[in-house]
């Protein structure tokens, strides 16, 4: 499916609709709505090829549709006035009488597509509520639970627009994505915030891709950016091809300990994701522990869909900023948890390892790997050998001697791999209230995944382990803070304790960790390097927070190919101005590193 990018337009005087008549002034192909017009209306008759001009500074109250319609091309919705050009973001001190509001007066979407709607375009639009009205989805793209494809839509792109919950009671979300071909760019999505609900700027869990979300100002209360965390209807269905470039996340210091605050950027389910050139600043412990980017795999939640995957993913040349819980957390697979529980039919006895049923039906509920569950113990099913009869891999701590009821769960499905965590900052990940600051967290045996050329600050943790081994990691060539306790899993020591527990195959070279304690650098592999302090590591200027290896570092050209450890700070640096600035880095030349 091709996603047709729009060039921007002249605005010529054009067709005027008020009550629903058309003047007889009209130039082809245009329908004008004055302030006080129309304009459901006017959307309904607009036909593919058409644009739609709404009133700069005009305000039209309402819940809007877009409606499914025949034929080629693309409908757009635009203000009259000229807008910033396709590489500077919209910012709301400076251009918000350059457009044309659309406010709804109560909880349901500002605008909204038909089931099957395609191909349109909005630019330049002002999305809100009414004070004292909180908002479900501002922009709702594709229905909340579709039942099959031709639901979902496709072709959508908004440009230069301003969707932002109410001053006083915020929003939950501010865009939701039930469709394919979605393009976000030039944008500011602002106010989802709640005290108890979860809130994002952009949530998807029901679309298939691809989603390009480029150049935005993003910020909520809960998560900014969230693919997954509630089962599609439909079977099989997977965010996917997912470019996230250029945005700037963040988060009012007033929403510390108000707000219902849990990360920056988060795929439960999703696959073939590249978020590179952005920013994320702000994000402490509050509703979660305080991590900021999260690839946490989840078959489980809001139903049950073992499908899911988190899936070669490319998280590259990024600033992450003051995330007092953590920087990145990988989960593997999903863990068991309560809505994924079967009610078993009938009751259990255990002797053992064997468990004996009365009325049971184990063929049918249950198979190999699968959990049982008797009270508040767990056993894995070794084989089923018929309805009455299984095997457990481990007996129950004392035999069940009268019938029990008991629950099932399905092993563990869904697989988070791939994931590539390469040249990033990552600063002011610290230690709060005697928990958080770590670094990197992998726990419940991801696969294939790479911390490479990254510079990091964590008060605490460098990596923590749990759950199952992790395969294929690669640690090489970062320049990070050892904290108090390194490289930690849970059960076992620091250094070589976890990495032989926890990532058998792994590969941890090139890298500098600086602040080891002595006592502690004969357990970790010798091919790094362990400066006892920070200033020993040859920064260039930390005070100013530029994190480069200068010329007389020791470590200066010690990576492969003759390249500094750590990341490519020069890069970062315009990156994080131009980011900050609003200003597109997609025409920035590509890093070399």
């Known amino acids: 499916m091709t996603f047709r990018n729009t060039a921007p337009w002249a605005l010529l005087a054009g067709a005027v609709v008020t009550g629903g008549c058309v003047s007889a002034q009209s130039s082809p192909g245009q329908i004008v ?47 009259s006035a000229n807008l910033p050009g396709d590489a500077e973001r919209i910012d709301p001190s400076r251009h918000r009488s350059l457009l044309a509001r659309i406010v709804t007066p109560n909880a349901e979407a500002a605008l909204r597509t038909e089931n099957g709607a395609h191909s349109y375009t909005i630019r330049g639009i002002e999305f809100t509520a009414d004070p004292k009205v909180y908002v479900f989805d501002m922009v709702k793209l594709g229905p909340l639970q579709p039942n099959n494809d031709e639901e979902l839509g496709y072709n959508f792109e908004l440009d230069h627009v301003y969707v932002h919950g109410s001053e006083d009671q915020g929003g939950k979300r501010g ?10 760019k030039n944008s500011h999505i602002s106010g989802f915030f709640a005290r108890g609900q979860e809130t994002a700027a952009i949530g998807c869990w029901s679309g298939r891709g691809p989603y390009y979300i480029w150049n935005n100002f993003l910020e909520a209360s809960g998560i900014h950016i969230l693919f997954g965390g509630q089962a599609p209807r439909i079977q099989g269905l997977t965010p996917e091809n997912i470019e996230v470039f250029g945005n700037h996340f963040s988060r009012p210091v007033e929403w510390r300990g108000v707000m219902a605050v849990k990360n920056f950027f988060e795929v439960k389910h999703g696959r073939n994701v590249k978020v590179r050139y952005n920013v994320f600043e702000r994000n402490w412990a509050s509703a979660q522990d305080g991590f900021g980017i999260l690839f946490t795999v989840r078959t489980c939640e809001g139903g049950n869909y073992p499908w899911a995957v988190v899936e ?35 009751t259990v006895t255990t002797s053992g390892k064997e468990a004996l049923g009365t009325g049971t039906k184990f063929t049918e509920e249950l198979k190999a790997t699968d959990r049982l569950q008797i009270g508040n113990v767990f056993r894995i099913v070794a084989e089923v050998i018929d309805d009455q009869r299984l095997t457990l891999t481990q007996a129950f701590p004392e035999d069940v001697l009268e019938g029990a009821a008991f629950k099932h769960y399905p092993a563990l499905l869904g697989q988070a791999r791939d994931i590539t965590v390469r040249n990033n900052l990552f600063e002011g990940i610290h230690d709060a209230k005697g928990a958080g600051g770590r670094l990197f967290q992998v726990t419940q045996g991801p696969k294939n995944v790479v911390f490479e050329h990254n510079t990091g600050f964590a008060g605490n943790t460098l990596i923590s382990a749990d759950g ?70 040859g920064f260039v200027d930390i005070a100013a927070r530029n994190y480069q290896l200068s010329s007389s570092s020791p470590f200066h050209g ?22 900050t600035r609003g200003i597109s880095v997609q025409n920035l030349s590509n890093p070399t590193q």
């Not at 865009?175 to 976000?184: F, G, K, L, Q, Y």
């Not at 990576?559 to 980011?579: E, H, M, Q, W, Y």
């Open 312 to 346: 070669n993913i490319d998280f590259s040349y990024n600033v992450v900023r003051d995330s007092e819980g953590g920087g990145v957390n990988i989960l593997g697979q999903d863990y068991f948890r309560a809505p994924c529980a079967a009610t078993g039919t009938g």
């Open 175 to 184: 865009i939701m994505m039930h469709a394919s071909s979605v393009v976000i």
């Open 33 to 79: 709505v004055p302030e006080g017009g129309n304009l459901q209306r006017a959307l309904d008759q607009a036909v593919p090829g058409d644009t739609v001009i709404l009133t700069a500074g005009a305000t039209y109250k309402g819940n809007f549709i877009l409606r499914k319609k025949s034929g080629e091309g693309t409908v757009v919705i635009t203000t």
């Open 468 to 537: 199952a081994p992790t395969t294929g990691l690669v640690f090489r060539y970062n320049v990070v803070t050892h904290g108090r306790f390194g490289i930690l899993g849970t059960g076992v020591g620091t250094g070589q304790g976890t990495i032989g527990r926890y990532f058998p195959d792994g590969v941890f070279e090139g890298n500098v960790i600086h602040g080891t304690p002595a006592s502690l650098v004969r357990l970790y592999p010798q091919s790094n390097f362990f400066p006892g302090t920070t200033e020993e590591v």
């Open 558 to 579: 010690k990576a492969a190919n003759g390249r500094d450890p750590g990341a490519d700070i020069v890069s970062l640096t315009k990156i994080f101005d131009l980011v």
